[in-house]
């Protein structure tokens, strides 16, 4: 089977010839020319194993999904190493101000003032007018990478719907309004959700999108949130986009970090395809194997090889993590890492990404 035969099959639930293997950063279209000489290696190894995302942007952001239209970059500079980029939100009833930063050896982003900070912010937001972001389409398969049809999967993304609304304001404030406003917050998700239709409708008119990535359910897992907000601002939500993902003959993955022990059973009762990461404690609160005996096939799970792991420990903790991640049995499962490299691969991870790879070379075909 090519790689994208494989994964594709893992998660429909289908038979295939081996356990499917997914490396995060290391996805690439030619596996050729990386500036780090250790993922070089790696990918010398196995790029053929590895599918890469034919990524079609949704324009899906999480400042209520307002139309990019309506902003604009008003500065940018650089401190301390980082970019600082200002950014302006024109509503009818005034400016709304972002202010971000990115660390790009890392790839991190985060936030340094948020565009709302009061329940005044929220209503000048609000009255932003919908339209479809400029430039949403289809996807456009005129020049498409060679080994598309090997290892290429189209694919487009976007936030659960209420992480539009608490991305857009200080965490705190977010995890206040759950206590007491959160009426106004499930209005506001239904919103978003209204506006991740509409753009997913379009990029879904030619049934050419195979995988869609949903972030933002973990924000309100355990101890983050009660069992309740979870219910109420996740679950109906989420379950109208799967459907209306799976009417378009696309597959939906549900990315959450941390404790999901609570919630699985939820991802799959709102039609999921992907659960990923399944992270192990201390980082989460569940076993892999846990988690494949409560699945019970009714989802793929994605897991679980800690980034912390790779980075810090020995090939021989490397080596009993990778096993651990087989003990449950190897249906519907995609052997994948929590995280990339945050940096150039050190001897130490090399080695470990090496022996990672020597396990799953030995454990995942299928009897």
């Given amino acids: ?121 929220i209503e000048k937001i609000r009255s932003v007018p919908w339209e479809l972001p400029e430039g949403v389409a289809p996807p456009d398969l005129s020049n498409l990478p060679e080994a598309f049809p090997k290892r290429g999967i189209m694919h487009t993304g976007a936030s659960s719907p209420f992480v539009c609304v608490a991305g857009m304001m200080p965490y705190q404030m977010f995890l206040e309004m759950c206590a007491t406003e959160l009426g106004l917050l499930k209005e506001l998700t239904e919103q978003c959700y209204e506006r991740i239709r509409n753009v997913l409708e379009v990029i879904f008119s030619t049934r050419q999108i195979e995988f869609v990535w949903m972030g933002g359910c973990e924000w309100v897992t355990p101890p983050m949130a009660p069992h309740h907000v979870y219910e109420e601002l996740v679950q109906p939500f989420e379950a109208k986009l799967i459907a209306q993902m799976h009417a378009a003959g696309a597959l939906s993955h549900v990315h959450c970090h941390g404790n999901v022990r609570s919630t699985l059973e939820l991802a799959i009762a709102r039609g999921a395809d992907l659960f990923e990461p399944v992270e192990p ?49 190897k249906h519907r499962m995609i052997f994948q890492t929590t995280a990339g490299p945050l940096c150039n691969l050190t001897p130490r991870m090399l080695a470990n990404y090496h022996r990672m790879i020597d396990v799953w070379e030995e454990l995942s075909p299928m009897e």
């Fill in 1 to 121: 089977m090519t790689a994208r035969e494989r994964f594709l099959g893992a998660l429909r639930g289908e038979e295939i010839d081996r356990v499917p293997i997914d490396l995060h950063s290391f996805n690439h279209p030619t596996n050729r020319g990386l500036s780090d000489p250790g993922m070089q290696e790696i990918l010398d190894r196995v790029g053929e194993e590895l599918v890469f995302l034919h990524t079609v942007p949704a324009e899906v952001n999480r400042y209520l999904v307002t139309p990019p239209q309506f902003m604009r970059e008003v500065k940018r500079e650089v401190r301390d190493g980082a970019v600082i980029t200002t950014t302006e939100i024109d509503t009818p009833k005034g400016v709304l101000t972002a202010v971000t930063g990115t660390n790009e050896i890392s790839s991190t982003v985060w936030t340094v003032k948020y565009p709302v900070e009061s329940r005044e912010d």
């Fill in 281 to 329: 404690p201390p980082d989460g609160d569940i076993t892999f194997a846990e988690a494949k005996a409560l699945a019970a096939g009714r989802i793929t799970l994605g897991g679980n090889i800690e980034a912390r792991i790779l980075e810090n420990e020995t090939p021989e903790e490397v080596e009993a993590a990778s096993r651990a991640a087989f003990e449950g049995g």
